[in-house]
């Protein structure tokens, strides 16, 4: 296996060279590119469209910025690098960056110009203010070269929310990865048999999600707190409050995102809505009710996980994959009869809704440096970044990996893993893991994991499958028109966003944790005013060309 690494480092001189750069993609439309092709041929298929099997023509080296994760660190000798190069003709100069590190060095790399050609793992969001020196190509421009992901976008009626990732400029710089449906995953898992042994069900508002966890402090005298919390490094229970916002007409945790939410006629600022208040209100309380353990805001992952292992909470955030690592950790502490259930989200006073982002299809995508465009193989990049990340052939082998190495497929078109390759739970005892082992069921090869229907739900194990259709019967949050800021725009907006945001973050955390009243909520929102709040929101529906 050949494989070349590069070594991310940080730029000296950014601002300076961020100045200097030429933007290749400037100019043009998306009724063709704005670069002549002719040249850039090499290893390209001519007949490439939907449903054809990509293999260069010629052998090609790409390059590739690689998040490595710690759970499953590069390794040369992976199946999916061997297999890329001999059944693709594709290669990679690796310029292998820590995820602890990733976006800030992906930053950094973009503006200075260093940044190899591929850049997976990124969001829109991530790069929208690294687009106007013209390191980043437009993606927009190049769309005819890309027949699965035009295909995935029509079939799936995704175009509009496809149109909301455009800037001013009218071009996108990010494809994202696709969902044929949303692929919810957060929510809280609770000790199903001290559900059942107090004979509750499932609850199915967040109200009774309280009233049960009283049910359970009452009947479990053992428990330190009936609910712990964790993913709460950067800010409290980020996971669970993005996965709640939505019944509560806001976004919030992970899902904060550019702070404003569509009210159904304009942007109002999230931090500031009632429905956000309501959310932090109904947490607080669950603290102050002695029903959430405090310390679940602040604490690290693995003594979230061992209070709930070890029979200390009954409830706790949690997702898909998750879910199994603590039935795992139950069979490990010699517990036989705890049973570990993977609620679906409860329904909140704004209805059974899922937030836009949740409930959206698009999923961390690529995008690519505008270097790519004056390479001689660029069409054949092309190729190889729509086949891997949008065919179904490709979609398949970036998760499942080579039929009769890693699983096998049977006339029903049924995939079972290898005996020896294990994946979430799924072949449970096996001594190699599917990503660990061979690379693949990896965020950096496999964007969406799946992106259709039957390739998602084919790692899912039933209960999880059950989950997934129960949360695709929600409602999903309108999300509003899309937010063209141009470079001026951006850059005031930047600003008091940051500041913003500072305030909203430590005001949930003070709210939650009991150190300030909700009585003081008008105050708090005062704040934001005289941080400059609506001037802010006034920024971004001009840009949403709203009340214009």
Same mark, same amino acid.
């Given at each position: ?6 070594k991310a #480092? ?7 060279l ?6 290749c993609?400037?100019?043009g439309?998306?009724d ?5 092709m ?9 007949? @490439? ?12 080296e ?9 759970? @499953?660190?590069l ?5 999916v690098?061997k +297999?890329?190069?001999?059944?693709r003709?594709?290669t990679?100069? #690796? ?5 602890a ?14 940044a190899?050609d ?10 929208e ?9 437009a993606v927009s421009?190049y ?5 699965? *992901?035009q ?21 996108f710089?990010?494809?994202p990865?696709?969902h044929?449906?949303? %692929?919810?995953? /957060?929510?809280?898992a609770i ?9 509750? !069900? ?6 009774e ?14 428990l330190d @707190?009936? /609910?712990?919390?964790?993913?709460s490094?950067?800010?409290p =229970?980020?996971?669970t409050?993005q996965?709640?916002?939505g019944?509560f007409?806001?976004?919030a ?5 550019d ?8 942007y ?7 429905g ?6 109904? *947490?607080?309380d669950l603290?102050d ?18 209070? *709930?292992?070890?029979?200390?909470a ?5 997702n898909?994959q ?8 139950f !069979? ?5 009869d705890?049973?570990?259930? +993977?609620?679906?989200v ?6 059974n809704? =899922?937030?836009a ?5 698009f ?12 390479r ?8 190889f ?6 065919s179904?052939?490709g ?8 039929e009769?190495?890693?699983y096998? %497929?049977d006339?029903d078109?049924?995939r079972?893993?290898?005996d020896?390759v294990d ?11 599917l990503?660990?082992? *061979? ?5 950096v090869?496999?964007l969406? +994991?799946?992106?259709t229907?039957d390739?998602?739900?084919s ?7 059950a989950?997934?259709d129960?949360m695709?019967k ?10 063209? =800021?141009?470079?001026m ?15 909203? &973050?430590?005001?949930?955390?003070q709210f ?5 009243p &909700? ?5 708090y929102v005062?704040?934001?005013e005289s941080?400059? =709040? ?15």
């Open positions: 296996m050949r494989i070349t690494r590069r #480092v940080a730029a000296t001189a950014v601002a300076a961020a100045l200097t750069l030429t933007a993609s400037s100019g439309d998306d063709g590119a704005p670069v002549d002719a040249d850039k041929m090499v290893g390209a298929m001519e007949d @490439y469209g939907v449903g054809t099997s990509f293999k260069a023509t010629e052998p090609i790409l390059g590739l910025m690689y998040r490595d994760h710690p759970n @499953y660190p390794k040369d000798d992976w199946s690098l +297999h890329l190069e001999e059944d003709n594709v990679f100069d #690796v310029q292998s960056v820590p995820l590190d990733f976006e800030q060095k992906r930053s950094l790399l973009i503006s200075s110009g260093d190899a591929l850049i997976p793992s990124t969001y829109a969001a991530d790069v203010t690294l687009t106007s020196g013209g390191a980043l190509l421009d769309l005819d070269y890309l027949p699965n *992901f295909d995935k976008v029509e079939k799936w009626g995704l175009q509009e929310d496809l149109d909301r990732l455009r800037q001013a400029d009218g071009k710089y990010v494809l990865g696709l044929e449906n949303p %692929k919810p995953s /957060y929510s809280v000790r199903e048999d001290l559900w059942a042994d107090a004979g509750l !069900e499932d609850p199915k508002t967040w109200d999600f309280a009233d049960q966890l009283e049910v359970i402090k009452e009947e479990n005298p053992e @707190y009936p /609910y712990t919390e964790r993913w490094i950067n800010g =229970m980020e996971a409050l996965a709640a916002a019944g007409g806001t976004e945790g992970w899902g904060y995102g702070g404003v939410t569509w009210n159904g006629s304009e109002e600022y999230t931090g500031a809505s009632e956000y208040k309501e959310l932090i209100a109904y *947490f607080a603290v009710s002695g029903l959430l353990d405090p310390e679940g805001l602040t604490q690290e992952d693995d003594p979230a996980k061992a209070k *709930f292992t070890t029979g200390k009954a409830a706790i955030g949690s898909d998750e879910a199994v690592v603590y039935r795992t950790g !069979e490990e502490a010699g517990d036989k705890a049973k570990v259930k +993977h609620l679906v409860p329904a909140g006073p704004a209805g809704i =899922m937030d982002t949740t409930g959206g299809q999923e961390s995508g690529i995008a690519l440096s505008s270097n790519a465009a004056e001689d193989d660029f069409v054949a990049l092309l190729q970044v729509d086949w891997l990340y949008y179904d052939e979609l398949e082998f970036a998760k499942w990996g080579v009769g190495e890693t096998t %497929k006339a078109g049924v079972t893993l290898a020896d994946w979430g739970g799924l072949n449970a005892g096996a001594p190699k893991m990503n660990t082992d *061979f690379g693949y069921y990896n965020g090869f496999s969406a +994991h799946g992106s229907e390739l998602v739900k790692t899912l194990t039933p209960d999880v499958q989950f997934l129960e695709n929600k409602d999903v949050a309108e999300n509003g028109p899309g937010i063209a =800021m141009d470079e725009q951006r850059e005031e907006a930047s600003l008091l966003q940051t500041n913003l945001q500072d305030v909203v &973050m430590t005001a949930t955390s939650l944790l009991g150190e300030r &909700m009585d003081e909520w008008d105050a005062a704040e934001l941080a400059g =709040m609506q001037t802010y929101v006034d920024t971004v529906n001009e840009a949403a060309g709203v009340n214009q």
